[in-house]
């Protein structure tokens, strides 16, 4: 299995609502990441998790909390966002933090806010 | 700050017209960089990185550290190129895999 997943693909939620973005990857990858993708603008990285432990936390609101409960998944819990967080939501891995590992992305959790 | 420059935001050619992406980059140590794909309907994907000097799907991209450059060259265009690129500049805190990506260039090759 050499694809990340990403659940849901599209998710429209309240700003008083609260859920959560799901990630997960069997490559056996040890390093997780969040990008936020605004429209026609590039990926910008978010958390950096390695080995279960946040790594990077790119100063990102506290309305987004990750959680990464195992070394396969990746969570980003959501509440009372804002409708300037509308995006997509990119996850992706890498064996390691190390050298130049490529990054394997997901295809996506495409998130309205209203 | 660490920056990647794409300054062209769409490019448009021919099939079999020689393609060139440009991408220009600014970091104070000693740059780490990729290309990454992004055709329609589908997942970002590393396309090429400059350590391995390889060519993946006839593109390749030298890297230029007197001209701080990293431009993505494929000499005949075909169709299934169209495509969205960004060019990344791994910086690296602590040793850490951070991608800064450039604002993207969309390449659109016509028959």
């Known amino acids: 299995d050499t694809e990340v997943t990403q659940t849901p693909k599209h998710l429209v939620m309240g700003m008083t609502n609260k859920k959560s973005l799901k990630c997960e990857q069997h490559m056996g990858h040890r390093a997780m990441y969040w990008y936020k993708q605004k429209a026609k603008k590039p990926p910008e990285l978010m958390f950096v998790y390695s080995y279960e432990k946040l790594s990077i936390n790119e100063s990102v609101p506290s309305r987004f909390s990750p959680e990464c409960p195992n070394s396969s998944l990746l969570n980003l819990h959501l509440h009372a966002l804002q409708p300037e967080d509308s995006a997509l939501y990119l996850c992706a891995s890498s064996q390691d933090l190390s050298g130049q590992r490529e990054q394997y992305f997901g295809p996506g959790t495409r998130l309205t806010v209203t | ?111």
């Open chain 2, 1 to 111: 700050a660490q920056r990647v420059t794409q300054p062209e935001k769409l490019l448009s050619v021919f099939k079999g017209a020689p393609v060139e992406l440009k991408c220009n980059y600014s970091y104070s140590g000693s740059p780490e960089l990729f290309w990454y794909v992004q055709y329609s309907r589908q997942r970002l994907q590393l396309l090429l990185r400059h350590i391995s000097r390889e060519s993946i799907k006839g593109f390749t991209a030298d890297l230029n550290k007197g001209e701080t450059s990293f431009h993505l060259k494929k000499p005949f265009a075909q169709e299934e190129d169209s495509a969205m690129y960004y060019c990344a500049l791994r910086e690296a805190p602590g040793g850490y895999n951070k991608l800064i990506f450039g604002a993207g260039t969309r390449l659109a090759v016509h028959p």
